[in-house]
């Protein structure tokens, strides 16, 4: 007999996610993912000037902070064929580094860990075992008896106020938790470290870009982030420092506490390195620019797409072969339900379809979601650090293989147990490690370009719009902590005829295409066991271990299509 599981919302996401599966004899069969509240940014952004597109852009979210910034001032110098100087791609790269590494940790203590962790488990510990434990697998400063009979001490209180807080309403107990006390005790620990770790390397941002989130430094052409190792008042070698010593730090804690974690609570769970894989096809636009805007022999990480889980054919990505559908989801297009657009030519036309709420099911035979449904080739892809690590590792990037196949020769695990959930955990620790070097590099690099007196940050010749074609159209691309993420732009008669953003969570969430294809949640979900239908645990790591970001890909709306507000700008 068959039953429909219902999550929703699913938490310790960004934004609004519903998940609906259909269990049969202990597994999932089918299951559907459904964003529920409809992104209208593209039609705010219409009819702007481009070179503030950024700004708006940036609104779209404030977890992912600056990436839709970082995009869209692309897409914008992609269309006026703009270059900018050395001094600002670095700042950029700085910029993105550090909320790749910050975005990382938070995703695994905050939003994830608690699919591995029964944090009630932490008040039976022995203190004395879990130090023992943290000192075997780190040299982490943090780890006497005392120290965790502190951290113990802190959470039995919280326990008996009756305020649990954060950590209400878990499914402490469930039979699909597996780690002993001891090792609850320290990552219970290690997730209050997080909070104030991530606070401070954050103020990299504050330093870059004036605030987080939403930094207000970037200008199509360059950035607003003067540099002068003389002047008092930009970015001088006082700063510099600064910024080095927040790299520092860090490295010491994704090295010391963060990647340490990782490999304990995977080593209780080796199922889950075959379950959750979907449909193996992986892509990546490749970002992090090393030269030009689009010289992808320096790209940081390298762009490309893999379909089957084969990892010996990289196919060379072609942004042209990028489509959205929306058979299944909450929109029309001009040429009918069947149609499936390039973002050039996208339309955001947004019509509800789905039952009234309060409602008990999804009629998933129609339309279903707020998300659309992007293809590649036809074909539904995954994106992430998970796809971003299998295309590098494809390339042949021999810094990733080394940290790659290290990792994997600890774990005694072919890289095909890569194509999993706990896969994707371990992308993101990887690719921290990979990154920290890279930041290093930027940081060198700058401080070289100003010691030898090149202070320059901004490439103003096509700034004024005189000197603009009538027409222009621009793709920006970048890799976002969740994956893949893309603005497309059509500038007409200096301003914005269309404006068009795929998110990874649109990727990775959306519903079935026109051909019945599912999205790379849906994939995931099936086969998973589920040991107590009423506390689906096992459904959230998987879906958890994507990372959703749900208000990069829908907003808000009423449901009966009321206008609700209106903003004049004079």
């Known amino acids: 007999m068959a039953d429909r599981i219902v999550i929703d919302p699913v938490t310790r996401i960004e934004g609004h996610l519903r998940i609906e599966a259909q269990v049969d004899g202990g ?8 964003g529920t509240m409809f992104r209208g940014m593209e039609l705010i ?3 702007r000037d481009p070179r503030e597109a950024w700004i708006w852009a940036q609104r779209i979210c404030g977890v992912c902070t600056t990436v839709h910034a970082h995009t869209s001032v692309y897409a914008v110098e992609d269309a006026l064929g703009v270059e900018i100087p050395p001094n600002a791609r670095l700042i950029r790269n700085l910029i993105a580094g550090a909320q790749h590494i910050q975005d990382h940790v938070i995703h695994f203590y905050h939003l994830h860990a608690l699919d591995w962790v029964d944090v009630t488990g932490a008040l039976t510990a022995d203190p004395v075992k879990t130090a023992e434990i943290a000192q075997s697998i780190s040299s982490w400063k943090l780890s006497s008896p005392a120290y965790f009979t502190g951290i113990q001490a802190r959470v ?4 008996d106020s009756g305020q649990l807080s954060l950590f209400a309403s878990g499914y402490w107990g469930h039979p699909a938790y597996k780690l002993p006390p001891e090792v609850d005790l320290l990552a219970v620990a290690h997730y209050l470290e997080a909070l104030t770790w991530q606070r401070e390397v954050i103020q990299v941002h504050a330093v870059l870009g004036g605030k987080n989130p939403h930094l207000q430094t970037y200008l199509v052409g360059g950035m607003a982030a003067a540099v002068d190792g003389n002047s008092p ?7 510099l420092t600064f910024i080095k010593s927040r790299i520092d730090q860090m490295r010491e804690f994704v090295t010391q506490v963060y990647v340490p974690d990782v490999k304990a609570v995977a080593s209780f769970y080796p199922e889950w390195w075959e379950l959750g894989a979907g449909h193996k096809n992986y892509l990546a636009y490749g970002g992090l620019q090393g030269g030009n805007r689009t010289d992808e022999s320096k790209f940081g990480f390298p762009r490309g797409v893999i379909v089957g889980g084969d990892l010996g054919n990289l196919i060379t990505l072609d942004q042209k072969k990028i489509t959205e559908a929306i058979a299944h989801s909450y929109y029309q297009y001009a040429g009918g339900d069947a149609a499936a657009l390039h973002p050039y030519d996208g339309e955001t036309a947004p ?9 008990d099911l999804l009629d998933v035979d129609n339309k279903y979601s707020w998300l659309k449904s992007p293809r590649y080739d036809g074909k539904p892809m995954e994106v992430g650090p998970l796809s971003r690590m299998l295309v590098a590792y494809a390339a042949g990037n021999g810094v990733v293989k080394k940290i790659v196949d290290e ?3 600890e774990l005694k695990l072919p890289a095909t147990a890569l194509f999993s959930t706990l896969g994707r955990v371990a992308a993101r620790a990887l690719e921290s490690v990979y990154l920290l070097d890279l930041m290093d590099q930027w940081l060198a690099e700058l401080m070289n370009n100003m010691e030898s007196g090149d202070n320059r940050i901004h490439e103003g010749g096509k700034w004024d719009p005189s000197t603009w074609p009538a027409e222009a159209e621009g793709w920006g691309f970048h890799e976002a902590p969740r994956g893949a993420l893309g603005h497309w732009v059509k500038i007409k ?3 914005i005829e269309n404006y068009q953003a795929v998110v990874p969570s649109t990727w990775n969430a959306g519903p079935r295409d026109e051909q019945g294809q599912t999205g790379p949640y849906e994939a995931s979900l099936e086969g998973t066991p589920v040991a107590d239908p009423e506390q689906p645990l096992e459904l959230l790591r998987t879906i958890h271990s994507f990372d959703p970001c749900l208000a990069c890909a ?3 709306v009423d449901a009966k299509g009321k206008e609700r507000v209106r903003v004049e700008v004079r």
């Open 493 to 495: 008669d200096k301003k």
């Open 554 to 556: 829908v907003h808000v």
């Open 233 to 239: 008042n930009v970015i001088n070698w006082e700063r």
């Open 45 to 47: 952004l219409q009819g």
């Open 27 to 34: 597994k999932v069969a089918k299951a559907y993912s459904s």
């Open 156 to 159: 039995k209180k919280l326990v």
């Open 351 to 359: 019509k509800y379809a789905g039952p009234q709420p309060p409602y």
């Open 407 to 409: 990792a994997l020769t």
